[in-house]
DNA sequence: TTATCATTCAACCATTTGGTTGAATGATAA
DNA sequence: TTATCATTCAACCAAATGGTTGAATGATAA
């Protein structure tokens, strides 16, 4: 319903190292969930709803195969989070020029023609 | 302690829609804090909490300037959150292509100098 | 001074998060 | 078949989130 939800989700399941450390291995390739509980210093069941929070924000997805599910990445919900912050960056900068542009002026007529 | 705290708490801070749309009011200038709260359905208070977080993730500064607040965002800990992620697309193209060159020469090998 | 304005602090509440343990499910191997 | 393996489900817990209301603080205006 609220189209900003995906962001949302997204982000929220970015914003802990477990669950991106998780990405940050299957983009090197698929792994099952005993794998991808191994370096981690917690429960199975710890890291399967990590995976699970994953899952809701669609950075990666299950094949069930047999009694093991493979996961892998999916970086598609990357790009909106990406697209967002840029945006964010690119209004910043245009900001900032304006007041670097407003500033010279100012410069210029107090003190016109100085040098450095 | 942990390093990676501060793109935690950045990426959680960028997680919630009235912190985002905080934020991107903020690129356009300056605001106090009654300002940022009037367009939002929620009580003072909340919006006053929502800035504490964007201030814990320091994507906004504050100035006191007599009983009122300025506050302006500083996007600086967007790089971190960006790099992340482009580090993160690089590296899912990459495998990407590694995927794309096997499949051609696989079939290559299959089905030599085939038509379209 | 005193009232008002801008803001936070404090306490409270419901929900979500991030973890645990133990039991259930469902496929495979002996 | 039966035991084992891979995984989730269910219940529980502590802590954090996201919101509320009411009082406190501190600057300004009358």
Redesign the pocket.
Known sequence: MNPQTGLDHTL?AL??P??RAILQRLTHGEA??????KPF?????????????LERAHLVK?R???????LAANPEPLDAAAAWIENQRAFWNHRLDLLERELKAHDASQNPRRKK
């Open positions: 929220m914003a802990d477990t669950r099952r969930v005993t794998e991808l509980a210093d917690m429960s199975l069941n710890a890291v399967s709803k990590h995976i699970q929070v299950r069930r195969e047999g009694r093991e599910h493979v």
